[in-house]
């Protein structure tokens, strides 16, 4: 399995600076995204840590351990390397008043092969489209989808309530936090999308789902993304990862046969 990565981050319409990192790594098939919050440009300052502290300390690992690791190292390796962000945050917060209370939210996706270990904090999403069909695969920690969970309220409610960005889980914030980890089958063709709410918040599944049914190459398909989002208000920052796998053995063939051999 081959995988192609484009990233786009967006301040969006309505904010003066963009508290949104994402990043990937190539070679280790690393995709990270966060959102961050605070005071000042802490926000900024949080979420720029966590994508700059996991690429580096995940990468290096996934980068020695192979992609043959197997899900369980992985998932501890995740775990480990988020728990080091987190304090790292925490601490920054704790010795400069001007960080005080930062954090962000946080996605993790490492892909091997035909697996996708996605770890998550707070409500920054992963979708992904299979086919025709899109589905969310991550679960906000959020009050609002603590209230849906509970039978408080209707999607419909949901999708005009004011705590729409109230999180209940966030990297930075305290000195431990629990990073959710899932692990899912990787078919050929799969699209995945990582994004912070800034995209989610202003554009609708069904229109994130069209956006990425079309034929258009990644980066413009990312273009699109965070084009909608500014389309409808841009109200806030918007991040955008796309990832798509591709079988690699298909389009060695190719090459192959374009060569003659």
């Keep these: 399995m081959i995988y192609e990565f484009s990233i786009r981050t967006d301040p969006g319409l309505a904010r003066e600076n963009n508290e949104d990192s994402v990043t990937f790594d190539g070679p280790t098939r690393l995709g990270i995204l966060?959102?961050?919050m605070g005071g000042y440009n802490a926000g900024e300052i949080a979420s720029g840590m966590?994508?700059?502290f996991i690429k580096s300390e995940l990468g290096r690992w996934l980068s020695q351990a192979g992609r043959h690791a197997n899900a369980r190292e992985v998932r501890r390796a995740m775990e480990i390397c988020v728990d080091n962000a987190n304090r790292s945050i925490f601490n920054a917060s704790n010795s400069n008043p001007q960080y005080s209370g930062m954090g962000t939210t946080l996605v993790i996706a490492v892909f091997q092969d035909a697996r996708l270990m996605l770890g998550h904090i707070g409500d920054s999403r992963c979708y992904r489209l299979r086919g025709e069909e899109f589905t969310q695969i991550t679960k906000d920690h959020?009050?609002?989808q603590e209230q849906l969970d509970a039978g408080l309220i209707t999607r419909e409610q949901a999708a005009v309530s004011a705590n729409k960005n109230l999180v209940t889980r966030a990297l930075g914030v305290e000195d431990a936090v629990l990073l959710e980890v899932n692990e899912y089958r990787v078919d050929p063709g799969d699209l995945y999308l990582l994004c912070s709410d800034g995209l989610s918040d202003m554009?609708?599944?069904a229109s994130l789902a069209a956006i990425l049914r079309t034929d258009a190459p990644l980066e413009q398909k990312?273009?699109?993304l965070v084009a909608a989002a500014n389309a409808n208000g841009g109200r806030d920052n918007i991040s955008v990862l796309l990832a798509e796998a591709?079988?690699?053995?298909k389009k060695r063939g190719l090459i192959s046969r374009l060569l003659g051999k």
């Design 34 to 36: 966060a959102d961050g």
């Design 50 to 52: 966590a994508t700059a």
């Design 142 to 144: 959020s009050l609002l």
């Design 203 to 205: 554009v609708d599944d």
């Design 222 to 224: 990312v273009g699109q």
């Design 246 to 249: 591709g079988n690699g053995a």
